[in-house]
């Protein structure tokens, strides 16, 4: 045969799928990486907060060995302990840190500026709004109360827990996607402030927009940002936005706030038959 015929799809985005901390909520994405320096601490291996940030967006007992296995962590393990971190400090490290993350979750639960405006946004282009996480499913229950308090209310949340393997792997978004009823992928759009973020979204085959501002990539709250000295900032925003370019992302942005501009242009380019 001399041609074959492609099909492509043409109609609008469908649905959002929104990250939570450093995203919606929690500026700045303090909560984990707090728990994580304090479980470390207990464990007699400081570690910094810079160094509890690494490995963020990925399943909290996988965060927990991705630090275990750094090598200024692992030097200072070995120092302390006369051993390598193993299997079992990984599981005793994820049983503490379960309950430290539960008492302090609410205080962090504040909405980033901007959340609530960009989610009415969606609901208006008749947008289905899906959600993925690291957090375990007793933390998101407690976080999609917190969030309702604060009038967010997604309409789907799938936690690492819940599927095969959380990020980068791309079972959360799918996940959302049937939970949804939505199809096909290249109609859902992914948000987030992580590198596994974008390329959780990336593996699913989705659109994908990566935050900088408001994450862990910069790791400060509005407070702390609004402290900053200009060229400070600028500085610690062109290193966010090459590493969230350089993960894959088709758009990176300061915040939530920023979104719905940019779901105008990836409707343009669906309409052209353009695909992530
Ligand atoms: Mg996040």
């Given amino acids: ?3 074959v015929f492609q099909r492509s799809y043409r109609g609008p985005l469908k649905a959002v799928l929104l990250d939570w901390a450093g995203t919606t909520m ?6 984990p990486a707090v728990v994580f320096v304090e479980v470390y601490k207990r464990k007699g291996v400081p570690i910094s907060i810079a160094e509890a940030r690494v490995p963020m967006g990925a399943h909290k007992k996988v965060h927990i060995r991705q630090i275990s296995q750094m090598d200024t962590v692992s030097e200072r393990w070995q120092e302390a302990h006369g051993r390598k971190t193993n299997e079992d400090d990984v599981q005793e490290m994820f049983e ?33 709004i899906g959600s993925t996480t690291g957090y375990t499913g007793e933390m998101m229950e407690l976080l999609l109360a917190e969030a309702k308090k604060r009038g ?11 599927v095969p393997a959380g990020r980068p792997e791309p ?4 996940q959302n996607a049937m939970n949804l009823g939505i199809y096909p992928f290249e109609s859902i759009v992914k948000v987030g402030d992580t590198l596994p973020d974008i390329e959780e979204g990336i593996n699913a085959g989705m659109w994908t927009i990566g935050l900088t501002k408001t994450g862990n990539e910069i790791g400060l709250n509005e407070e702390e940002i609004n402290k900053l000295d200009t060229d400070v900032l600028e500085r610690k925003m062109a290193r966010a936005q090459k590493r969230m370019w350089q993960s894959g992302a088709h ?16 409707n343009a380019r669906l309409a052209r038959g353009e695909r992530p």
Avoid at 26 to 31: I, V
Avoid at 152 to 162: G, L
Avoid at 171 to 174: E, G, I, K, N
Avoid at 251 to 266: E, F, K
């Fill in 1 to 3: 045969m001399e041609f």
């Fill in 26 to 31: 929690d500026y700045g994405c303090y909560a």
């Fill in 96 to 128: 503490e840190f379960i309950p430290l993350q539960l008492d302090c979750l609410a205080d962090y639960a504040d909405l980033i500026p901007g959340t609530l405006d960009a989610i009415a946004d969606f609901r208006q282009r008749g947008l289905k």
């Fill in 152 to 162: 967010y209310e997604p309409d789907s949340t799938v936690c690492a827990t819940d």
């Fill in 171 to 174: 079972w959360m978004c799918t």
């Fill in 251 to 266: 758009y990176v942005v300061d915040g939530i706030w920023d979104v719905p501009a940019v779901l105008d242009d990836i």
